[in-house]
């Protein structure tokens, strides 16, 4: 029998997939889950007990979330990523590191293929298959969803039909679960024009009354919320999460282009991820000066699209990194944030590398460090070739 790893999360299309891959075609499964924080420990104990009834030779968890925040996450707070300045690359994010963690699991077991869950119609196909053929070159990728064209439903029917048990009504939501935010898709995802019902949320609102949190940040990195310093921001993040999502921060739903160029929409859930990055952003926005902020947003934003088109390991995204982190040497201090239902507001920065310092002047106000005349000439300098160009031209509206 030949040997296959399948990236197995325990949701409708994995389970499929391990099913399938080992009545239907008789490979030998190792079923790999990849947690990126986004499992309890009650989800992974009955994923596993799934897993185990599906005739798989093997089932193991790999927790690689630390692992995540240093190779991927960091860098997206460092460079306040948000794809068409709406989603925090929730999923993209972490499939990069999954396919990574996948191939040299492939290798350490000898396996001759690996598998994974994608549709012909997303992101995620693209993703893992050219992770694969980087580190993997020579190793058979299968995708049975993809190459069998199904439906949910058709998966939903094939399951029962093998007598598999499961909340097949909640198997309507294709959900992806990650310390980053958390992917909701269904059928009205598949439209341009409807919601998703409250129902199929992860987080469901229950909490009312407005909260304010504080974020404490070292040289870019999140270390503490409301004076309580953690030993990992991974720690950081989750408590963010505790705190915020219950207020149902965080939904929204991305409309975007896809790497195979048609247009997609999915719903997502990432209260914390959207904190950390406009709190962090404003944090910037203190302590960095204006052409320090206005090139890290021009790579930040070339960064976010490409680790979301699947080229994590061009080594441009290196040199990238290197510079973002260059950027953060000043970026700490404290965010106040108030928290309400369906939003969040930031309140202000507190920082001894706040360059909005008054001893240098109060905007709108008084200046301290030049005088009146000192303004004249500069302004007089600063447009004196405008106002040569139209002194030799005379601009039409100007005759």
């Known amino acids: 029998m030949k040997k296959v790893v399948l990236a197995y999360s325990g949701g409708l299309d994995t389970t499929f997939c391990a099913l ?57 707070v460092f460079g306040n990523v948000l794809k068409n300045q709406t ?42 298959d050219m992770i694969f ?81 504080s974020l404490i940040f070292e040289t870019g990195e999140l270390i503490g919320v409301n004076d309580t310093l953690f030993d990992n921001p991974v720690e950081a993040i989750l408590k963010v999460n505790e705190l915020a999502a219950p207020f149902g921060i965080g939904r929204d739903i991305h409309v975007g282009d896809t790497i195979i160029g048609i247009k997609g929409r999915v719903g997502f859930e990432a209260a914390a991820p959207l904190i950390i990055i406009k ?12 052409w320090q902020t206005f090139w890290k947003n021009q790579l930040a934003e070339f960064y976010g699209n490409h680790l979301h088109e ?16 260059d950027t953060q040497t000043f970026v700490t201090g404290k965010v106040k944030v108030m928290l309400h239902p369906f939003r969040f507001q930031v309140i ?4 001894e590398h706040d360059l909005m310092a008054s001893k240098f002047g109060s905007y709108g106000e008084m200046n301290k460090g030049y005088t009146a005349q000192d303004v004249k000439g500069f302004t007089k300098i600063l447009g004196n070739q405008t106002a040569i160009f139209h002194q030799v031209n005379k601009p039409d509206h100007e005759n």
């Open 20 to 76: 399938h891959l080992t009545k239907d075609l008789g490979y030998e499964v190792h079923a790999v889950l990849i947690n990126t924080g986004g499992f309890s420990s009650e989800e992974l104990s009955e994923t596993e007990k799934r897993a185990d009834s599906l005739g798989i030779s093997s089932f193991t968890i790999l927790d690689v979330t630390k692992t995540y925040y240093q190779e991927v996450i960091k860098y997206l």
């Open 87 to 128: 989603y925090p690359l929730s999923v993209s994010a972490e499939r990069i590191l999954q396919a990574k963690t996948l191939a040299d699991y492939a290798k350490k077991i000898g396996a001759k293929c690996v598998a994974h869950g994608s549709t012909g119609a997303g992101n995620d196909q693209v993703r893992f």
């Open 133 to 213: 053929q980087t580190i993997i070159p020579d190793i058979e990728i299968i995708t049975p969803i993809r190459d069998l064209q199904l439906s949910r439903e058709a998966e939903i029917d094939y399951l029962k039909k093998h007598g598999i048990s499961m909340n097949f009504e909640k198997a309507a939501y294709s959900i992806n679960k990650g310390i980053w935010g958390t992917s909701v898709g269904g059928k009205e995802t598949l439209t341009s024009s409807q919601t998703l019902p409250d129902s199929a949320w992860p987080t469901q609102v229950t909490k009312e009354k407005a909260e304010e949190i």
């Open 279 to 290: 709190s962090h952003q404003l944090l910037e926005k203190h302590t960095l000066t204006k």
């Open 310 to 325: 699947g080229h994590y390991l061009d080594p441009v995204m290196r040199n990238l990194e290197a510079f973002l982190a």
């Open 348 to 351: 202000g920065i507190e920082s």
